[in-house]
């Protein structure tokens, strides 16, 4: 996140905390509700069924490469790579024994090694089943993405400690809502965007109390959260409309076609804006509602007016930074994609407005025009909650600084380049203390 909240925030005035909960609460009540009344109960579209190819694990152990044969392509052999690959199966009919496969060719194979642990197909002959062979599929990632991820938790945990912990928990509850509601109900014929809208107010409730705990200020960034995600719903209904998307901008959106008819891919790309955004708005949101409690707490003379222009002005370099991180993670993810502009021999002007690449763009541009508008809402909310309750000159314009002890230049240059002990006498050389 994009803020400290290692020190607890000052408590609220219990009147303020008493509104929020009684705004806070019936928003919590009803995302509950309509998760339930959308809850998959079955009966949706059966996924298409496909042939069920026997997979075993195995180890290779040993390796051959030959010439390749000619072909009426390459009357002279092949360019590609040919021979056999002897693997020790450990599962399946041949467990225990040796078996042979042919080298793996053509786009995407695996390229494999002595000593490589790989996954078999074993294939039967239709004509006669009693016939079988080997090829090789992929490797096998189990171990090295068990390891990867341990490293990340214990990262995570190491850094972060408690909180780090609790994020890890939000995180778990995240995918646990995605793949326990959102994907099940879109594909139970679900319309995808109350079921993206319902999944991600979820998340937020779950990960940003878990992590950030149950205060006023998390409050506000969950209703900035929320509000932000209103608006990145709506802008993102009305782009899609005005630019005639269907969402048969990309392969994986046919190939999921022609297995589950019944979805509905206008709305699964709405749905995809909305949940993409979640965790950028996320991150604004906490950081203002944290930027203006700090700036409250450290100067409780400032304004609403001067807490919110205070906190905007760093909401505008947080968003300066995080449009170009949403851009480039769009850009990342889609890389083959981009290339098309390089191999495609259509103009550009055309291939910008072509669907696969439309949609594109309406997805940073719609996830950036909701990123903008969570900061001024954020900011607003946080002012008013940080400042209610003050009572006389507090709640107007801030006062001059309380007079401190003048010191000449010279004491402070000697303070400044003297020991520890002599900067901060009897912190022992700590450093933790407030200027």
């Not at 008819?261 to 944290?290: K, P, W």
């Amino acid at each position: 996140m994009g803020a400290d909240h290692t020190r607890p925030a000052p408590a609220a005035p219990p009147r303020v905390r008493r509104l929020l909960l009684a705004t806070v609460v019936p928003l919590f009540v009803l995302t509950v509700l309509a998760a339930l009344v959308l809850w998959p109960r079955g009966g949706g579209p059966e996924p298409a069924e496909a042939e069920n190819v026997p997979r075993h694990h195995g180890t290779v152990t040993r390796v051959v490469t030959e010439p390749c044969p000619p072909t009426p392509e390459a009357p002279e052999g092949g360019g590609g790579r040919c021979g056999t690959v002897t693997v020790a199966a450990e599962q399946g009919p041949d467990a225990g024994r040796q078996v042979e496969a042919p080298i793996p060719d053509g786009p995407g194979a695996p390229r494999v090694e002595v000593g490589d642990e790989v996954i078999l197909v074993e294939l039967t002959d239709p004509a006669d089943p009693s016939v079988k062979a080997y090829n090789i599929a992929e490797h096998q990632r189990a171990t090295p993405l068990i390891w990867l991820v341990a490293l990340f938790a214990a990262a995570i945990v190491a850094f972060g400690r408690w909180r780090g912990l609790a994020a890890l928990g939000g995180l778990v509850a995240s995918f646990a809502i995605l793949l326990g509601f959102v994907l099940p109900g879109i594909g139970a014929g679900r319309s995808p965007l109350p079921v993206a809208i319902v999944g991600a107010a979820l998340i937020m409730f779950v990960v940003l109390y878990l992590t950030h705990g149950i205060t006023a200020q998390t409050s506000v960034a969950v209703l900035g959260t929320l509000g932000s995600l209103v608006v990145t719903g709506v802008l993102g209904t009305l782009a899609t409309a005005a630019t005639h998307l269907t969402g048969f901008g990309s392969e994986d959106a046919t190939t999921l076609s022609m297995f589950q008819g019944g979805v509905d891919l206008h709305g699964l790309l709405l749905a995809g804006i909305i949940i993409g955004s979640l965790g950028v708005l996320d991150d604004v949101t906490v950081t203002q509602a944290a930027t203006v409690t700090e700036l409250a707490h450290a100067n409780p003379g400032l304004s609403r007016r001067q807490l919110y222009r205070a906190a905007t002005r760093v909401g505008r370099a947080h968003i300066a930074s995080t449009v170009n991180t949403i851009v480039l993670a769009y850009a990342g993810a889609s890389l083959p994609l981009l290339l098309l502009l390089v191999a495609d021999s259509r103009p550009v002007s055309e291939i910008l407005t072509s669907e696969f690449l439309a949609q594109e763009i309406v997805r940073s541009a719609v996830a950036t025009l909701g990123l903008i508008a969570a900061v001024p809402l954020t900011t607003a909310l946080a002012a008013v909650v940080a400042t209610a309750g003050r009572h006389g000159p507090a709640a107007g314009a801030s006062p001059p600084p309380p007079d401190r002890p003048p010191a000449a230049r010279s004491e402070a240059l000697e303070a400044l380049g003297g020991t520890p002990a002599e900067r901060w006498p009897g912190r022992r050389g700590s450093t933790d203390v407030a200027w």
